[in-house]
């Protein structure tokens, strides 16, 4: 069920009291996280379903247990690896629970944790720290080449409810993304720079004492992020299963995201004593840590259609989520002195 079109009507006046106070916009990051984790009528903070057949987008938990039942077998396998005692399983917006339930169903003696946005963080932890489509869905800077350089979009109030306003970069660090490209042949391409995804590195960084950080998200590496053909950006949203590119309509009740640069992800992790592990297709990664459990689902199901069949085809077929996922494990030895 969706928000009711009062808590849109709600929503809206909220965030257009923002701008006002503002001083007339805000930048586009501010108006994402306002309309995605407003506290009470945000996209994810509103209570109506929002994954699965009934709400508006699948991800690899909602086609069924198959994604936590080979993550279960591969958690297993670093806890194995680990020296002590204290190795746990520390979910990054866990939505629910539903993932957890499907990895401790098949290895009920995990420790598993599970961190919502915005809730505080623990001092320290150790193991390995997972998110699943958490890092697409964290707020983004747009910005825009006009006039040969590099402006950022913001957001003012219009008629209907909002527009665009090119203004300055809010942020220095934008800057830095952005010097290596020549904007002076780029009139009117846009991109999505996501400083939030680099802070929450930063964040678990600090936290994480030894152990993995492995990460699931649809995404690109650097020069295909940026490619000329790219030229619009990567923002999408998404309402009961369709696809559109207009932020500023059903604001609360459509879901906003954009692709994540593995790149970026890689060389801030690097600085920050992650060292990258491993970086493949979901399909791929899929198939190497659960081949016997996948080859039994397709020997036993052939030619007839099942749930975990279908969940098999989900995740793993090219046309599916299994080209377009990707899968980056990163490893911290030890405590950076």
Not at 64 to 80: C, H, N, T, Y
Not at 198 to 223: C, K, M, N, P, S
């Amino acid at each position: 069920m969706n928000a009711p079109a009062a808590s849109r009507e709600e929503l809206v006046a909220e965030i257009r009291a923002v701008i006002a106070r503002a001083g007339g916009k805000i930048t586009f990051a501010r108006f994402m996280e306002l309309a995605l984790y407003h506290p009470q009528l945000g996209y994810y903070r509103s209570g109506a379903k929002r994954v699965g057949k009934d709400g508006d987008f699948f991800t690899s938990v909602s086609v069924g247990p198959l994604f936590g039942k080979i993550l279960a077998r591969f958690f297993q396998k670093l806890r194995a690896e680990f020296d002590g005692d204290d190795f746990a399983v520390w979910e990054f917006g866990g939505r629910g629970g539903e993932l957890r339930a499907d990895v401790l169903g098949a290895a009920p003696d995990l420790k598993y944790h599970v961190i919502e946005v915005g809730e505080p963080l623990p001092e320290t932890m150790n193991g390995c720290i997972f998110s699943n489509e958490l890092l697409d869905a964290l707020p983004v800077h747009r910005v825009r080449v006009a006039g040969g350089e590099w402006r950022e979009v913001c957001v003012k109030i219009s008629e209907q409810s909002f527009a665009e306003e090119l203004g300055p970069l809010s942020d220095a660090r934008l800057l830095g993304h952005l010097r290596a490209l020549p904007r002076e042949q780029m009139e009117g391409y846009r991109t999505e720079i996501n400083l939030r995804a680099l802070e929450w590195l930063e964040q678990i960084a600090a936290r994480l004492r030894r152990g993995w950080v492995l990460t699931f998200d649809y995404g690109f590496e650097h020069a295909d992020y940026l490619a000329p053909h790219r030229r619009d950006g990567h923002l999408q949203c998404y309402f009961r299963h369709t696809r559109n590119a207009d932020p500023f309509q059903r604001v609360g009740e459509q879901d906003i995201t954009a692709h994540v640069d593995f790149t970026e992800l890689v060389e801030h992790g690097r600085a920050l004593g992650l060292e990258p592990v491993r970086f493949v297709e979901q399909g791929r990664f899929l198939l190497d840590e659960g081949a016997d459990v996948i080859r039994e689902i397709v020997e036993r199901d052939a030619g007839k259609m099942s749930q975990e069949r279908s969940a098999v085809q989900q995740l793993i077929h090219p046309t599916h989520m299994g080209h377009a996922f990707r899968a980056l494990l990163q490893r911290k030895l030890a405590e950076r002195v």
